[in-house]
Nanobody, 124 residues
Framework: QVQLAESGGGLVQAGGSLRLSCASSGRTFSSYAMGWFRQAPGKEREFVAAIGRSGGDTYYADSVKGRFTISRDNAKNTVYLQMNSLKPEDTAVYYC?????????????????WGQGTQVTVSS
């Protein structure tokens, strides 16, 4: 069983930055690919970014490419999402998720464990 806890959300003005963190329980964090997803009010959950087990491969949604950076620290059992140049359309609840697979995937329903989410609100 893996438990995930996101933190770092908040209210920021457009153009600003936030860094989300997702801490994982257990001793098998490095066995999981990790992803960030988000869900805005009235919209479906969407993929944001994913990172492989060792951190060597990363994937991004086109909407955040060049602005967001996903990274992980396996020694700290934590995955991060650095968000720069934030836009009002980035407003959503952001979730981290863990995928017990050697392949880095971008499809949410394939992920095994999910956090509770953290709210990010970008004002114009």
């Amino acid at each position: 069983q893996v438990q995930l806890a996101e933190s770092g959300g908040g209210l920021v003005q457009a153009g600003g930055s936030l860094r989300l963190s997702c801490a994982s329980s257990g001793r098998t964090f490095s066995s999981y690919a990790m992803g960030w997803f988000r869900q805005a009010p009235g919209k479906e959950r969407e993929f944001v970014a994913a990172i492989g087990r060792s951190g060597g491969d990363t994937y991004y949604a086109d909407s955040v490419k060049g602005r967001f950076t996903i990274s992980r620290d396996n020694a700290k059992n934590t995955v991060y999402l650095q968000m720069n140049s934030l836009k009002p359309e980035d407003t959503a609840v952001y979730y981290c998720a863990a995928d017990n697979t050697p392949v880095t995937r971008t499809t949410g329903y394939l992920y095994d464990y999910w956090g509770q989410g953290t709210q990010v609100t970008v004002s114009s």
